[in-house]
Structures are given as C-alpha cells and as structure tokens.
C-alpha cells in the first residue's frame, strides 16, 4: 500500500463559521456524524467526503487552526513505530477512532504536523477525477530545511524526489511523488515570517478568480496570488476569518 495523503481535517475553534465559508468558497456539501459536542462534519464535494472537522474549543487549537493530512497507511501501529528513529515525534500514540479506524498524530523533525491513518473502508474516501472542483490535488510543505524534510517522508514512507525548479531568491521548490512518478506535492523553505513548518493542502475549485471573490465576500483573505503556476494552473492562499491557512488551485477564470 502507498502511503499517501487520503484525508484532510480542518481543526478550528469555530466549527459553524468555517462551514459556512467553506462550503461557499470551494461549493462543499456537508453531512453530519455523531450529536452535540461530538458532531463532525464531513464536507462532501459530491461522490462522498474527502475531509471533515470536529467541534474542538480554543484550548484544543491554542497552536492556532490548521488544516492536517492524513496519510492513509496499512500498519498504523508500525509507522509510528519508525517515527522517532527517523528524526520525528508522535504526540498522539496509536488511537483506535470506533467504528471508524485507527490513527497516530506525529511531527516531522522539523516541526511540521501530520496524521497516519487507517480507515476500515478499505476503498477510502473519493479522489476526483482528473481537475474535477471539490477534491485535495496537490500537498505543498513550506519548512525550515527542506532537504531534511523531505529525507524523512522519503525514509519514511517511500517518497520519490521528482523535478527540482528554482524560484531565485526563495531557493529550489522540490517536487515529489508519494508514489509512481506523478507530481503529487513540493517542498520549499518556508517564509521568513512563518511561524512554523506547515503542510498546505490545495483543493481544487472552479476558478481562481471566482474563488477569491467567494473568499472576501466570506470574510476571509488573500495572501499570496493568484498567480500561476507550471501546468497551466493558477493558485491563491489565505487565511479563513478563524485564521487557518488555505490553498487554492485551478483554472484562471
């Protein structure tokens, strides 16, 4: 099995107000599990859910809203085994999720957050098809030392390095593949202002422009784009009115 990025959770102190804004930036439907403060809402872009986000209070995200990826594996227990030997940390052993299957939360060794994953549906969760709005096609981390960052994911879940481009001053943009030779994902040094090593998980829309619009009239904001990008794409980033880091990608207008 391919370790590679199957889910995606939006962790937030304001659950209500998220979904409203996402579902009208990237056009999700949302359906609901469980009751009351263990609700979790699963946005659906059509042919089942591809992430969801759980009723969380302020304490739990004091870090600050973000969303984390899941990395589908087939031995949970395992991964998180090799973890610490690899330079890394698990903050959150090996969980059972009843009904639903079992998960790990780890850090990279340079700080930045992610989930091994493994679900009891052995189909998963829908992929899209090929530019399809609605669904996680690209998985970027922006991190203190990219080359160490990528020898772990590479160590540790088979990651191949692909094509290397040279963005000048902000250094090389290493793309990777989390299996076969398709460009599934980059790596890059992170801003100067960042405040730590983060995963970004861009999720496909219509168009960028209408896209950005969505997102003022939504409350949130711009901070990078739109621009394009190799492929003919074009992307944009933000931050939600609850403060998480967003990505967008697709056609221009």
Do not use: C
Not at 50 to 57: F, K, Q, S
Not at 74 to 81: F, G, T
Not at 112 to 134: I, R, S
């Amino acid at each position: 099995m391919a370790a590679r990025f199957m889910w995606y959770e939006l962790q937030t102190s304001d659950a209500p107000a998220a979904e409203r804004f996402y579902t009208a930036v990237v056009g999700w439907k949302t359906d609901k599990m469980g009751e009351g403060p263990l609700t979790y809402t699963i946005f659906n872009p059509g042919r089942g859910g591809v992430g969801g986000m759980p009723i969380l209070d302020a304490a739990d995200v004091a870090a600050g809203p973000l969303w984390m990826g899941y990395i589908g594996v087939d031995d949970v227990d395992a991964y998180a085994a090799r973890v610490p030997g690899a330079g890394g940390a698990v903050h959150i052993p090996p969980t059972d999720i009843p009904g639903v299957g079992r998960f790990a939360m780890a850090t990279d060794p340079q700080g930045a957050a992610f989930t091994l994953f493994k679900g009891n549906q052995p189909e998963g969760p829908p992929t899209g098809a090929a530019g399809e709005p609605g669904y996680f096609d690209w998985h970027e981390l922006a991190t203190s030392d990219p080359k160490a960052g990528f020898a772990f994911y590479a160590a540790l879940f088979g990651w191949k390095a692909l094509d290397t481009i040279e963005m000048g001053p902000a250094g090389a943009y290493q793309i990777f593949s989390q299996a076969g030779d398709q460009a599934e994902g980059g790596i890059m040094a992170q801003p100067a202002d960042a405040k730590r090593p983060l995963w970004s998980h861009y999720i496909r829309v219509d168009s960028i422009a209408a896209a950005v619009e969505r997102v003022k009239t939504a409350g949130g904001s711009i901070t990078n784009g739109p621009h394009d990008v190799p492929g003919g794409d074009w992307i944009a980033q933000g931050f939600d009115p609850q403060g998480a880091l967003f990505s967008l990608v697709g056609p221009q207008g």
